[in-house]
């Protein structure tokens, strides 16, 4: 372990670890952490669903009904009828012809990435794609090619010197960047895939639930639906459950059956999961009412931030970093913040690259303004303290 224990040392003496917070409460806009209240914003409980009554009651009746584990992976007895339900919403949801669930967004783009691509086939993958992208693309036999995040000449670049040599090619993006909060440009990339024949994936992890009408997603904020080949999802964030998805032609999915691995070797969603997925969906069909206090939340945050004179970069969604840069003060500033009752995490390399280090702020549908007033207050004091601003 003397390799390990090095390395623990190295990231203590340049100031990147951490020590895990502990919380002891659902995951609201007020949370116990560390045995201290604080102002959340750190979730990805976009819309307030992960201690929503309808989806507790939703799930605690599957529970009653199903068990507590679907006992065996979907390709053996795992796959319940509360399963294939939870498919046909999902693609209802989207506008698109089928869905299949995995385990987790993770597992999604590891098992699907591979599945669908082979030595013959290039993937061409946005230079800031998630790391479970990055993962997904490493485990396939493919050739691969990156071009500079959301650089859209660069992309037709390497369309244009390798299309030719291969059988498919693959263009993978997220739909929103989670660490800057910016949109893939999905109109120019369906363009450009079209024109060159090459097939899209987007992964809209961040998209869902919180763009588009009653929160379809970046697909539906383009109006670009049928237009994208696999629509990749989470079910752990504005669902506020766990889960993820992809969105795929009928075909695709009984394939992906056969060969996601993750579906292969892993048990199947448990019921309650998936029943609460499933009452979060209605309640997205049923009302725009949290996407949309979701959004006025998210642009009053801003706004208060810009006056404060922070720089949030060039978010386009709720997602809104707060740029450090130094890693070791972006840290400090994450902890002092804690102290003073705001849980806000840093990001440093190697999540996002050096330099550039962040603490990322995540409103949502359940913060009150007086909360985000509080929260922006101790956030300017604690920056200025620390000449972040």
């Given at each position: 372990m003397a390799t390990v224990q090095q390395k623990l040392a190295m990231m203590k003496q340049a100031g990147t670890y951490r020590v895990l917070p502990i919380s002891a409460t659902p995951c609201e806009a007020l949370i116990t952490l560390n045995g201290k209240e604080v102002i959340n914003l750190s979730s990805n409980n976009y819309l307030g669903f992960a201690n929503h009554p309808r989806l507790k009651k939703a799930a605690k009746k599957a529970i009653?009904?199903?068990?507590?584990?679907?006992?065996?992976?979907?390709?053996?007895v795992g796959n319940m009828d509360i399963h294939e339900e939870l498919d046909k919403v999902i693609a209802k949801f989207k506008?698109?012809?089928?869905?299949?669930?995995?385990?987790?967004?993770?597992a999604c783009n590891s098992g699907v990435i591979q599945a669908i691509t082979d030595e013959k086939d290039l993937i061409i993958s946005d230079e800031l794609n998630h790391a479970s992208i990055i993962d997904g693309v490493r485990l396939s036999k493919a050739s691969r090619a990156v071009y500079?995040?959301?650089?859209?000449?660069d992309l037709e670049r390497i369309l244009k010197e390798k299309r030719h040599l291969f059988e498919e090619v693959l263009i993978i993006t997220d739909g929103v960047f989670?660490?800057?909060?910016?949109?893939?440009?999905?109109?120019?990339?369906?363009?450009?895939a079209k024109l060159y024949k090459a097939q899209t994936y987007v992964d809209d992890a961040h998209g869902s639930g919180v763009l588009g009408d009653h929160g379809r997603g970046t697909v539906a904020h383009f109006h670009l639906h049928g237009q994208v080949d696999y629509i990749i999802g989470t079910l752990s964030k504005a669902?506020?459950?766990?889960?993820?998805?992809?969105?795929c032609s009928k075909d695709a999915r009984e394939y992906l059956l056969h060969v996601g691995r993750p579906l292969l070797f892993s048990t199947a969603m448990m019921p309650g999961a998936a029943a609460a997925i499933i009452e979060a969906f209605k309640m997205l069909e049923e009302s725009e009412e949290y996407t949309n206090k979701l959004w006025d939340n998210a642009h009053y945050f801003k706004k208060r931030l810009r006056e404060a004179g922070f720089d949030i970069g060039h978010s386009q969604t709720p997602i809104t970093p707060i740029i450090v840069g130094d890693e070791a003060k972006t840290l400090i500033f994450s902890k002092e913040l804690l102290k003073r009752g705001v849980f806000v995490?840093?990001?440093?390399?190697?999540?996002?690259p050096k330099g550039r280090g962040r603490i990322r702020c995540m409103v949502n549908a359940m913060h009150t303004k007086d909360m985000i007033d509080k929260a922006v207050a101790i956030l300017k004091e604690t920056a200025l303290e620390l000449k972040i601003i």
């Open positions: 009653d009904k199903y068990g507590v584990g679907a006992g065996a992976v979907r390709t053996i506008g698109e012809e089928a869905a299949l669930v995995f385990q987790s967004g993770f500079r995040h959301s650089d859209m000449a989670s660490m800057d909060g910016d949109l893939a440009n999905l109109p120019e990339i369906v363009r450009l669902i506020g459950v766990v889960g993820g998805y992809v969105c995490s840093g990001i440093v390399f190697p999540t996002v």
